[in-house]
T-cell receptor, first 114, second 111 residues
Framework: NAGVTQTPKFQVLKTGQSMTLQCAQD?????MSWYRQDPGMGLRLIHYSVGAGITDQGEVPNGYNVSRSTTEDFPLRLLSAAPSQTSVYFCASSYIGTENEKLFFGSGTQLSVL | GESVGLHLPTLSVQEGDNSIINCAYS??????FIWYKQESGKGPQFIID?????DKRQGQRVTVLLNKTVKHLSLQIAATQPGDSAVYFC??????????FGTGTRLLVSP
């Protein structure tokens, strides 16, 4: 199993450009989520999904869109990039159940917006 | 120790020593806690978890202690190795799939 796969690993954008960060998992996890990690701050939840066709906002959703057309994929879209979105982005997935909140993380995408 | 804040504390130890990393959590209603390890350039990796109805849980070379009275969590690493060098952070569950992450503690292990 590959686990959680994120692409690209690095990306540089100009202000106003759009792009999609890809995330795929092969563990048949119902739950998928996107976090951003900034210096001096903990991981902050952007958007999450509890299954195909179902998405919801996290703590910092503004400027980002998501969709979940399949169990495996959960792309994150930046419609008009801003310098404030410079960050490291992590996709994570897990089973849903009261006994298991263990999130499996991808290796991250380092995004710079100039 | 670690808390939800602006700085990243650092713990420096010698190889073979035991390490203790601390975490102050915020919500007395949190019912589940996780420790993650993050190596440079990689995503967080699960280490160990504990439920609020437990005080202690042991894994391989790691032990997590939970003190609900003072809302404190600690991670003990026995016989620390250079490969243990990383940022460690705790997370508390406030509700369904709602994890709140601390900012982390950097562990540096000298040979």
């Amino acid at each position: 199993n590959a686990g959680v796969t994120q692409t690209p690993k690095f990306q540089v954008l100009k202000t106003g450009q759009s792009m999609t960060l890809q995330c795929a998992q092969d563990m048949n996890h119902e739950y998928m989520s996107w976090y951003r990690q900034d210096p001096g701050m903990g991981l902050r939840l952007i958007h999450y999904s509890v299954g195909a066709g179902i998405t919801d906002q996290g703590e910092v959703p503004n400027g980002y869109n998501v969709s979940r057309s399949t169990t495996e994929d959960f792309p994150l879209r930046l419609l008009s990039a801003a310098p404030s979105q410079t960050s490291v982005y992590f996709c994570a997935s897990s089973y849903i159940g009261t006994e298991n909140e263990k999130l499996f993380f991808g290796s991250g995408t380092q995004l710079s917006v100039l | 120790g670690e808390s939800v804040g602006l700085h990243l504390p650092t713990l420096s130890v010698q190889e073979g020593d035991n390490s203790i990393i601390n975490c102050a959590y915020s919500n007395s209603a949190s019912d589940y806690f996780i420790w993650y390890k993050q190596e440079s350039g990689k995503g967080p990796q699960f280490i160990i978890d504990i439920r609020s109805n437990m005080d202690k849980r042991q894994g391989q070379r790691v032990t997590v202690l939970l003190n609900k009275t003072v809302k404190h969590l600690s991670l003990q690493i026995a016989a620390t190795q250079p490969g243990d060098s990383a940022v460690y952070f705790c997370a508390e569950r406030l509700g369904f799939q709602k994890l709140v992450f601390g900012t982390g503690t950097r562990l540096l292990v000298s040979p």
